[in-house]
Nanobody, 125 residues
Framework: QVQLVESGGGLVQAGGSLRLSCTASEGAFSVYPIGWFRRAPEKERDFVAQISWSGANTYYADSVKGRFTISRDVREDTVYLQMNSLKLEDTAVYYC??????????????????WGQGTQVTVSS
């Protein structure tokens, strides 16, 4: 059992930056691919980024490529999502999730087995 906890959300102006963190309050997730998803108001939960267990492979949604960077610190057992050049449309609740079977389908929400509670990111004009 792995319990994930996100942090780092908040209110930021358009063009600004935030760094989200994902840690495990119980269990360890260093062996799992970790993904970030987000859910904007009245929308579905969408894929943002994923990092492999080793950190060697990363995947991004087209909407965030070049602006967001996912990384992991194995010693700290933490995954980060650095978000730069934030836009109004990035406003959402951001969730991290663990794919314990390494499905190889990073964008598929249903492949993830453990989820955090989410952290709110609000981008203002």
């Amino acid at each position: 059992q792995v319990q994930l906890v996100e942090s780092g959300g908040g209110l930021v102006q358009a063009g600004g930056s935030l760094r989200l963190s994902c840690t495990a309050s119980e269990g360890a997730f260093s062996v799992y691919p970790i993904g970030w998803f987000r859910r904007a108001p009245e929308k579905e939960r969408d894929f943002v980024a994923q990092i492999s267990w080793s950190g060697a492979n990363t995947y991004y949604a087209d909407s965030v490529k070049g602006r967001f960077t996912i990384s992991r610190d194995v010693r700290e057992d933490t995954v980060y999502l650095q978000m730069n050049s934030l836009k109004l449309e990035d406003t959402a609740v951001y969730y991290c999730a663990a794919d314990m079977y390494a499905s190889g389908r990073p964008g598929r929400l249903e492949e993830y087995d453990y989820w955090g509670q989410g952290t709110q990111v609000t981008v203002s004009s």
